[in-house]
């Protein structure tokens, strides 16, 4: 039982954009958005995870792999951003955002849950030090840039841009989604 509870965040960040795609009509532009927005949150959990590591490390080793943090990952962030932007060109008139702000604290809650489960309630804070909490952040990077070559890129040259919204939409959820249960929960068990 243990186990499905450390699952439901994850399968509630699949589902919830699963179904604003299927039925509640959301574009590209906010599936865009929502992948810009992950990739912000990803950021923002490492963050929080270098700073709460308590395995051997003193505040300078924190500040040090912080500092570094901050020079690579966002040369890494507008890259991923760069090239997943490319898949959704001729976007045109659906690259348009209408999440509300309702939607978006929905969304937050679900990624504090997450981070909760999976870094603070299961005590993987008091195990991991910042370092493995940062390479954990540029293999899920790495792990991204790898899906999106070899899932959306065929997708991408295959469909017709109306079958777009729901293919690449999909795609991107369960393949981002996907790693985070590959990197952070298969750990666990």
Known sequence: MKKYFYLLPLVWNIIFPLAGVFFFNWSIGDIFFLFFFELLILGGATVIKIFFSLSNSGLAK????FFR?????????LFILILTGHFFDGGGNQMFVT???????????????????????????????PGETE????YHMLA?????????????????????????ATALILVKNGIDYFISYRKKY
């Open 62 to 65: 924190r500040l040090g792999t």
């Open 99 to 129: 999440l509300d702000k309702k939607t978006i604290y929905i969304l937050l809650a679900g990624y504090g849950v997450n981070l909760i489960t999976s870094f603070f309630a299961n005590g993987k804070f008091r195990q991991t030090t």
């Open 144 to 168: 991204i840039f790898i899906a999106l070559f070899v899932l959306l890129w065929p997708l991408s040259k295959i469909m017709s841009f109306t079958e777009v919204n729901f293919a690449l």
């Open 135 to 138: 390479k954990e952040t540029y």
């Open 69 to 77: 943090f901050l020079l690579i990952y966002p040369c890494l962030f």
